[in-house]
């Protein structure tokens, strides 16, 4: 599911893996490679059965930036 969204300037998202972070590191990498210049806001409920899920990589739920710079 890609749900559209305005981006908002404090969300920030993961350059590693395009999870959006709450806090200034990723929960899944660790990393505070972060970056504020993403689009395409990405709902992952069940990655398993998510193609857009494993063309990404994403193993785990939760909500993901389509692109980031
Ligand atoms: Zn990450």
Do not use: F
């Not at 059965?49 to 980031?68: F, N």
């Amino acid at each position: 599911m890609v749900v559209r969204a305005k981006k908002t300037k404090a969300v920030k998202v993961c350059r590693e893996c395009h999870r959006v972070v709450e806090g200034e590191a990723c929960v899944i990498c660790g990393t505070s490679n972060l970056s504020e210049d993403w689009a395409g806001y990405l709902v992952i409920i069940d990655p398993e059965h998510s193609e857009i899920a494993k063309k990404m990589k994403i193993t785990l739920p939760g909500r993901y930036a389509l692109k980031v710079r």
